[in-house]
């Protein structure tokens, strides 16, 4: 079994279970990323289309980035924790980003939240709570793919500070094995892939997919990013 702090031992006489392991829901979020993953090329292609590589496009610059999304995580932890509570997955992403084209310097934060409903013991009203389990802070480093008149395809890897819940096997008091929820801090690997479509001077409009790999349990997401430049 994995080191790591347990947030509630009681979750795993509560989870159901087939056969040992546990369900899953019938959402499939990964086809979310996919999706978007595809659009992303989609406007690239549009945003590049008989466009070569022009002297039009500033070569040095700073940028910043807010990305708002949707994501989720490998091991679909949110649905052991809140599997009667509707759990949403929801992503943000903040970054500001160095060019001197074609190399770009990276620092990012990007969280992956889930919202969930609850029933108030008294007055019985639903209530909607929010959760970050997943988080990471780091530096990348990329580079420009495309660049045209109108637009820029990038990619950027690099090391982050990584903040995540997963889960493990444990074994319970009466000797049987159960599933556990942990958590875990630790250094993880940020990918992204950004395509930007400029809207007017200074100013753009972006679809954003992004990563964090590492071994304990990945988390992804894409979305609408706003870029301002300068």
Known sequence: MQSGTEIDLSLIKTCPQINGEITMSSRNPILITVLLGLLCITTAGFCFSNVARTDHWKSEYVDLSLTLGSGANADQVENLLYAD????????????????????????????????????????????????????????????????RQGILS????????????????????????????????????????????????????????????PKNIFYGGGLSFNAGF
Request: aromatic content about 10%.
């Open 85 to 148: 509570q509707n759990p949403t997955p929801g992503v943000f992403r903040a970054a500001v980003t160095w060019t001197n084209a074609p190399h770009m310097l990276t620092v990012a934060g990007s969280t992956l939240m889930y919202s969930y409903s609850t029933t108030d013991a008294v007055t019985g009203n639903k209530q909607t709570q929010f959760r970050s389990d997943f988080w990471d802070v780091g530096v990348l480093y990329g580079r420009r793919l495309l660049a045209g």
């Open 155 to 214: 990619a950027s890897a690099g090391l982050a500070v990584t903040h995540l819940n997963y889960k493990d096997n444990v074994k319970l008091p009466d000797g049987s094995q159960g599933t556990g929820i942990y958590e875990s801090t630790g250094i993880g690997v940020p990918i992204d892939v950004h395509a930007l479509w400029t809207v007017t001077r200074g100013f753009g409009l972006g679809l954003d997919v992004f990563a964090n790999l590492n």
